[in-house]
T-cell receptor, first 116, second 117 residues
């Protein structure tokens, strides 16, 4: 089946640091990738939709300058949390889907980001 | 505005019995519904889905029922096993233009299922 790899799985860093999270589709070409954020005991909230070769579409309330998304190839999307602060600490998850597909999104295992 | 709601934060079931997880939605434009299972510190794993043109879809021990008039769907797990213990999320989506692919997912809050041996 389709596999999505997310790296790193856990990051602990100081306030003010920028953190990059990678999301790779390992056995299919993902023309669309999605980035979600999950707070403890809450639902997964969509942050942005990333289409290969074009700018990401951000959901309302998500700062595009804070959360930089790049989808440079059909197998890789990156999320960079710029100048991270403690309130950015969360669980970030990516998912990927083929362009024309009746298959569901496949998720990575997520990244636990902790900002001290 | 929570468009997809799972009103039961937790459910406890005896092994071998049926687990029924419920989900309600408010957006009538949703036409594709999914259930995901999630373990701590892992991403969600797809379980089963249903299109709005159907009212039931079955896959092994998992059956999803859709009641469009009530905007309600449910996941039945029979028989329940201890390994089914996890957080279950329902999600809803709309088809993209052309009807050939599915867009962003809107998730419910999740229900923690615990299956006791």
């Amino acid at each position: 089946g389709a596999v999505v790899s997310q790296h790193p799985s856990r990051v602990i860093c100081k306030s003010g640091t920028s953190v990059k999270i990678e999301c790779r589709s390992l056995d299919f070409q993902a023309t669309t990738m999605f980035w979600y954020r999950q707070f403890p005991k809450q639902s997964l909230m969509l942050m942005a939709t990333s289409n290969e070769g074009s700018k990401a579409t951000y959901e309302q309330g998500v700062e595009k300058d804070k959360f930089l998304i790049n989808h440079a190839s059909l197998t890789l999307s990156t999320l960079t949390v710029t100048s991270a602060h403690p309130e950015d600490s969360s669980f970030y998850i990516c998912s990927a889907t083929r362009r024309v597909s009746n298959q569901p999104q496949h998720f990575g295992d997520g990244t636990r980001l902790s900002i001290l | 505005d929570q468009q997809v709601k799972q009103n039961s934060p937790s459910l406890s079931v005896q092994e071998g019995r049926i687990s029924i997880l419920n989900c309600d939605y408010t957006n009538s434009m949703f036409d594709y519904f999914l259930w995901y299972k999630k373990y701590p510190a892992e991403g969600p794993t797809f379980l089963i889905s249903i299109s709005s043109i159907k009212d039931k879809n079955e896959d092994g021990r998992f059956t999803v029922f859709l009641n469009k008039s009530a905007k309600h769907l449910s996941l039945h797990i029979v028989p329940s096993q201890p390994g089914d213990s996890a957080v279950y999320f329902c999600a809803a989506s709309r088809r993209n233009a052309g009807g050939t692919s599915y867009g962003k997912l809107t998730f419910g809050q999740g229900t923690i299922l615990t299956v006791h041996p």
